[in-house]
DNA sequence: ACAGGGATCT
DNA sequence: AGATCCCTGT
């Protein structure tokens, strides 16, 4: 059976805002036509979940792009996964009952081997409030979406907010965003009927210093886990540039640090998965404020303030753009999937672009208790 | 060709909600059936732009009211305009273009003298994001729309907040009100179905001095330009309030101190139209803590703290009402229009208020950068 | 505390 | 497409 404890409420909540995007991206006047293209971009999802957490994929109805959340059993206050079991979800109705708890309610789920029930209990902080639902599950075909697993020749990390800006605005032209990389910095650029337009941020070196290591805390806490490498940071940080440009191999385990179902890795991974309840427990200690999640008390420096009591981010906001980058890219896109996407921002304060010319774009959000990553197929052969 | 540049994205924004105004004046619950009446009143307009600045003028789609707005060269951190060229400018676009603007964005327009198309480029005041934006232009008809050339019989000086507040209360009763200059001060009065509302504003010593040479820096600034009736000016200000109530001639040039473009005052319009561009600049002056530019170093008494670095203006918003008058006025208007119009109380903490029995109402509002005029028909013979 | 803008729901 | 509600910013 499966039973998972959530310190608050919220974090689903916002985690199926942003995966179950189904909105009226009507901010493109340019094709109203599209306003109802959309309607719901992903219906039915399997929450496949195991020891080491509960992992997510989720494909548009479209098949244009691809939505995988990952959490971390250690994001839970308590997680215990007997066996492997798919959920199979209907995203309306458990938006539906997620609307039924209050933010700051304790949530359990809880599932038993039969699967065909999620249930879920939401209890107030103070306890005098316990509300349970259950919920029916489906059978849905684990068509186990294959995630393109690319080496990627650029990665842009940049604030969430900022992001959201840019495709918001954007989207207020056209229909389609061209993403550029290049060593100038990144270009966003669109092109509407009423004007064109085009953003080019360039990397600062403050946000160079504080995200160099972004992205590679997994290889930081691994490493602390592992116990044996401190030494080795130092040196990993120093190189990391050139690893990406130069060890294809390495660069890219960089790069998709945020990799979380890699066979490879898993031996690591379950050290890190028991290790992390610990430090969740931690946590809750730390989060003084709120829900975040920082795990380790590595040698951070990424002190976040965490401003609000929403978002659960290592980083503060006010970040500026990093860039890292083989080859340039160039790849166009269309905004509505990326202003659906950019809802995560309520997630985490960074987010980072990962492209390769002619591949899909990865679109990738860290928060405490896990990650978010969207994918989107390029516009080919578009003006 | 044109180039112009702000230093701060934000009067844009503002100037355009200013003009663009489309508001769906539903603040009448008396009147429902009139929310939908107004949709956009003005939607195209010319921005005549020369080498001394920008020009723009239109009128709403039913023709009752016209907006005109100068900015003086003065008033932007770099203005340059070889030759006069119209740019033909569709408010809806201009205003999603800015949109992607951040208000304290450093703000340039250029344009070729093919006048196609409009750039905009906004620039983070610390330069690491350059967004850039092409707005197709239209070719209008530069309609010249005959802006009124009155010799004002009352004008009235009161702070824009005031005026906000007023004309939003009273289109909560009613849809029309009588704007009433008398001896004992101004009057605003509206019925309505529900109640009748009558606002007396009585002019108060401190805004008889405050605003005594509100309106009529031109002059001194045209006898600046001049150069040569440096010892007229002294001798003018003492006897500026007589000539209102004397010499209606001279009492008018000082009321209309604002007219730009008028054919029978064309003469006279010549100095006093230069005459307010270097104003302007005296304005922009006083504000020591924005964008000014300061031209001349005039005997300005309007020292003016200028709040915050939103507003230009050069008296304090805690103002009083100051009224001038040759005789009694009585005119009532729309008041959907003038909740329009005092939306520009975002730009100027002053308002001026100019009419003439029969004519239309002048609504002007000063700024650091220019000044926005609004004229709007009375109704007539209305109950 | 109020106003404006964005998002969601009908 | 319009109206209402919520959130953010001033």
């Known amino acids: 059976m499966l039973e998972a404890k959530l310190e608050e409420a919220a974090l689903l909540k916002r985690l199926l805002d942003c995966t179950h995007f189904s909105s009226y991206t009507n901010e493109s006047p340019c094709s109203p036509r599209l306003c109802l293209a959309i309607k719901e971009l992903v219906t039915d999802a399997n929450f496949e979940c195991n020891e080491e957490g509960i992992n997510l994929q989720a494909m548009d109805n479209s098949h244009v792009a ?3 959340v990952n959490l971390e059993a250690s994001g839970f206050k308590k997680f215990r ?13 458990l938006t539906k009952v997620l609307k039924c708890a209050k933010d700051d309610d304790i949530c359990t789920i809880k599932a038993t081997d039969d699967v065909d029930v999620l249930n879920l209990v939401y209890e107030a902080k103070n306890s005098d409030r316990i509300a349970e639902y259950d919920m029916k599950l489906m059978d849905i075909d684990a068509e186990n979406l294959g995630i393109p697993d690319t080496d990627y020749d650029a990665r842009v990390t ?3 907010a900022e992001f959201t800006r840019i495709v918001r605005d954007l989207s207020l032209l056209g229909e389609s965003v061209r993403i550029e990389v290049s060593k100038e910095g990144v270009r966003f650029a669109s092109d509407g009927e009423a004007a064109n337009g085009s953003i080019l941020l360039k990397q600062t070196e403050a946000a160079k210093e504080k995200y160099e290591k972004y992205g590679k805390d997994d290889e930081e806490v ?7 490498e401190e030494e080795d940071k130092p040196k990993k940080k120093k190189i990391k540039k050139e690893k990406v440009k130069k060890e294809e191999k390495d660069g890219d385990v960089e790069m998709n640090g945020d990799d979380d179902d890699d066979g490879e890795f898993k031996a690591k991974s379950d050290d890190e998965g028991e290790e992390e309840q610990e430090e969740e427990e931690e946590e809750e200690e730390e989060e003084t404020k709120k829900k975040n999640k920082k795990r380790k ?7 976040q303030p965490s401003k609000k009591a929403k978002k659960s981010d290592e980083v503060p906001s006010d970040g500026g753009v990093y860039v890292e980058m083989n080859q340039h890219v160039s790849l166009t896109f269309s905004l509505k999937y990326l202003v659906n996407f950019s809802k995560s921002s309520s997630l985490s304060n960074t987010v980072q672009l990962m492209m390769s010319n002619d591949v899909p774009l990865l679109v990738s959000y860290k928060f405490g208790q896990g990650v978010i990553k969207y994918y989107l197929a390029p516009k080919i052969g578009e003006e």
Chains 1, 2 share one sequence.
């Open 81 to 93: 996964c007997d066996r492997p079991m798919p959920l199979g979800v209907n995203l309306n109705s």
């Open 66 to 68: 691809l939505v995988a």
């Open 297 to 303: 008390k590595a040698p951070s420096k990424n002190g």
């Open 222 to 228: 691994k490493d602390e886990e592992d116990e044996e």
């Open 158 to 160: 940049m604030p969430s």
